[in-house]
């Protein structure tokens, strides 16, 4: 998908040289791996196939290490294609510039601002918008949040960047727009349009009133599906590009050669031919999004979580587990899909069977450390509208209430329960917060009732749901007092399939 490796500098021997680069025309929040690997590759073949000022200027939020080293290596780096059979390399040729957001927040809001900006896309995870999860609202109470309201020139999220961005567009040239989320939002587009305005809207009147403005005429949202397995870079890959491709690279990325894009067509103010690198335009973008939101990222959440719990480093390994992939088949098949609006072509059985063989690339190493970090946003996005609509059917989800515990369990462990160093290991903002409840709770159904119950962490429909609180601390107390594959056993027996939605006892609890 990306045009031809460039040749060495002839200056600095066994380094990667710049060839001529696009103008840039876009601006990207979230200079990681995954935006390396994914909307870059196919802008990357986007220009090889048709041209355009599409290059993109890439902003790290507060580390300096990827933009260093990428001034350092003319802009380039390799992505490692990673499979059993081997390995392919290419060098995505479009990034301009690239820099740091939390040492230049005034070169944020211009290169926004900027005429020549017609795409400002972002890739800064769930936890980067800023938002409540029991409600989707802007947080008012972030501290980040009240400072970007208090701090026009100097915005340090990706809402109060684009919003005082947008707002130097409209004092200056008011050229039009676009706002594309590539991250894993419920109708991520309109998600993200609903905090700019929040945002905007808090602004003194006058500016408010200029700023809504310019939004909703000057300004497009599109909704969009992004998947790629993107783990971490490690020196494995820097090793293996310098023996397979002769030059040296601090910042590789290694990928799974499975990739997909699926895109609304809405830009305001044009956007590359990304058709070019594989990016399917649909008006179906949020069929596409449950698919990947809740069949792929909520069953990788619980296997990662199962998997952390029975002491695996990797999701390969998690999944080689044959109980593991049985509660994954299952959630993915009785409790997921059918809270999804399948898109028209789409062979579930044959997705099914590729997400499992995407997972079982033991090359690599996608570890359970990582795709179980930050679940206090990310089970937001995936537990509870299945969940709901089992419960009003009449119906336990078992497998979703055993998601929960198996997360509850990696990140807020009761007291006298080790959950292991792949657990330890995950990050999440709630992990202070829950740590806090799990100290003060004496059983799984303690703490359910004060994470789900009290603190809504999977919305405030489900926390009035009480037998998924009861059933959820149920299995927090098999996980404690028996192990995973114990919760697994009990979340699969036919009994616990067919069981009433209300619970009248309590199974393995100390």
């Keep these: 998908m990306t ?60 580390s300096s290490a990827i933009p260093d080293a990428m001034h350092a290596q003319d802009m380039l780096y390799t992505v490692v294609e990673i499979s059993p059979e081997g390995s392919t390399f290419s060098v995505p040729q479009v990034h301009t510039d690239a820099f740091t957001a939390a040492g230049n927040p005034g070169r944020v809001i211009s290169a926004i601002g900027d005429a020549a900006t017609r795409i400002v896309s972002l890739t800064v995870t769930e936890n980067g918008y800023n938002y409540t999860p029991a409600t989707g609202s802007l947080n008012l109470q972030d501290p980040a949040i009240q400072h970007d309201l208090l701090h026009p020139e100097a915005p340090r999220t990706p809402i109060g960047q684009i919003v005082r961005g947008l707002q130097h567009r409209s004092r200056t040239h008011a050229e039009p727009v676009t706002i594309l989320s590539c991250d894993n939002l419920a109708d991520n587009g309109h998600h993200t349009r609903r905090l700019v305005r929040e945002f905007a809207s808090l602004l003194p009147p006058a500016e408010a009133a200029d700023t809504l403005a310019f939004i909703d005429t000057c300004t497009s949202f599109p909704s969009s599906m992004v998947d790629r397995i993107v783990p971490a870079t490690t020196d494995h890959y820097r090793k293996l590009v310098t023996a397979r491709r002769g030059y040296t690279d601090r910042i590789p990325v290694p990928a799974e050669p499975f990739t997909m894009w699926i895109v609304e067509d809405n830009f305001i103010a044009g956007r590359p ?119 009003d059917d009449g119906r336990m989800p078992q497998l979703l209430a055993l998601t929960a515990a198996a997360y509850l369990s990696c990140i807020a462990p009761l007291a006298g329960f080790d ?78 399939l067919t069981a009433a939605p209300i619970l009248q006892t309590t199974k393995g609890t100390p």
């Design 3 to 62: 045009s031809s490796l460039p040749q060495l500098s002839a200056k600095t021997p066994g380094i990667l040289r710049r060839p001529e680069a696009p103008s840039p025309g876009i601006v990207h929040l979230g200079l990681g791996n995954f935006h390396r690997a994914h909307q870059a590759v196919y802008t990357d073949a986007a220009v090889a196939a048709n041209g355009g000022d599409w290059g993109i200027i890439g902003v790290s939020s507060r």
């Design 273 to 391: 031919v990304w058709e070019a690198g594989g990016a399917v335009f649909s008006d179906e973008v949020a069929g596409y999004e449950q698919l990947k939101v809740r069949l792929l990222n909520g069953t990788h959440s619980l296997i990662a979580y199962l998997g952390a719990l029975s002491g695996t480093v990797t999701i390969p390994e998690s999944v080689s587990d044959s109980h593991i992939e049985l509660a994954a088949r299952s959630v993915l098949r009785s409790e997921y899909l059918p809270s999804v609006s399948v898109p028209a072509g789409v062979d579930v059985a044959a997705y099914e069977e590729q997400l499992f063989s995407r997972w079982r690339n033991t090359a690599l190493g996608h570890r359970t450390s990582q795709v179980g970090s930050d679940g206090s946003v990310k089970l937001r996005q995936r537990i509870p509208l299945p969940a709901l609509q089992m419960l």
């Design 419 to 496: 959950p292991g160093p792949q657990a330890e290991a995950m990050e999440d903002p709630a992990r202070g917060l829950l740590a806090g409840l799990a100290a003060g709770a004496r059983s799984g159904r303690e703490l359910a009732g004060k994470v789900l119950g009290d603190h809504h962490l999977l919305g405030e429909e489900l926390a009035q749901r009480s037998e998924f609180l009861e059933r959820t601390g149920e299995f927090i107390d098999i996980i404690r007092s028996a192990g995973p594959l114990a919760a697994i056993a009990e979340a699969s027996a036919p009994s616990s």
